[in-house]
């Protein structure tokens, strides 16, 4: 099935460590974004990629840097760790091509947490 | 002010019952709603999708939409407990950009 994969699914790391979250998807979107949770909230979008050469930070980017290697690939770095980074951390995918209201893909997420 | 503001929860509703889940959003221009379904520990998933006034139906799903009160709300009728879960409200101003609300946890007791 096309699918949105994640990887890691937990990852444990220490405050100032660079670490790096990947995201790959078979659906054939072109969209693609990272959100992150916290308990009890909804979703905050951190960055998202309309394609390959577009790159537009979200609501909360500051501390997060992205790439979009592929059109099936967009990592997430934090590139010095705090502990108010601990999360919950999904990547989506939406399809512009298609007709009607555009709808999201979830892959299964990766809760990290910083020490 | 939140853009997207759900009911606070928990919603605690017997087996049969009628779940009413709501959503006010600030952003006039917004183009398309949507509630997605998350249980704990899981990824979001798409449940409905409305952009016109009026009510829209899938199954014992119902989305209605107001947007001159900027409201959007969800129902589920004869809510099971397979239904427990936080459903998120998100809304779309800009094309793939979605804001979501904090989310309401329902839970249906047997």
């Known amino acids: 099935d096309a699918d949105v994969t994640q990887t890691p699914r937990n990852r444990i790391t220490k405050t100032g460590k660079r670490i790096m979250l990947e995201c790959s998807q078979t659906k054939g979107h072109d969209r693609m974004y990272w959100y992150r949770q916290d308990p009890g909230l909804g979703l905050r979008l951190i960055y998202y990629s309309f394609d390959v050469k577009d790159i537009n930070k979200g609501e909360i980017s500051d501390g997060y840097s992205v790439s979009r290697q592929a059109q099936a690939k967009f990592s997430l770095s934090l590139e010095s760790a705090i502990p108010n980074q601990t999360a919950l951390y999904f990547c989506?995918?939406?399809?512009?091509?298609?007709?009607?209201?555009?709808?999201?893909?979830f892959g299964s997420g990766t809760q990290l947490s910083v020490l | 002010q939140k853009e997207v503001e759900q009911n606070s929860g928990p919603l605690s509703v017997p087996e049969g019952a009628i779940a009413s889940l709501n959503c006010t959003y600030s952003d006039r221009v917004s183009q398309s709603f949507f509630w997605y379904r998350q249980y704990s520990g899981k990824s979001p998933e798409l449940i409905m999708s409305i952009y016109s006034n009026g009510d829209k139906e899938d199954g014992r799903f119902t989305a209605q939409l107001n947007k001159a009160s900027q409201y959007v709300s969800l129902l589920i009728r004869d809510s099971q407990p397979s239904d427990s879960a936080t459903y998120l409200c998100?809304?779309?101003?800009?094309?793939?950009?979605?804001?979501f609300g904090d989310g309401t946890t329902l839970t249906v007791k047997p």
């Open positions: 998100a809304v779309n101003p800009n094309a793939g950009k979605s804001t």
């Open positions: 989506a995918t939406s399809d512009s091509g298609t007709p009607g209201p555009e709808k999201l893909f």
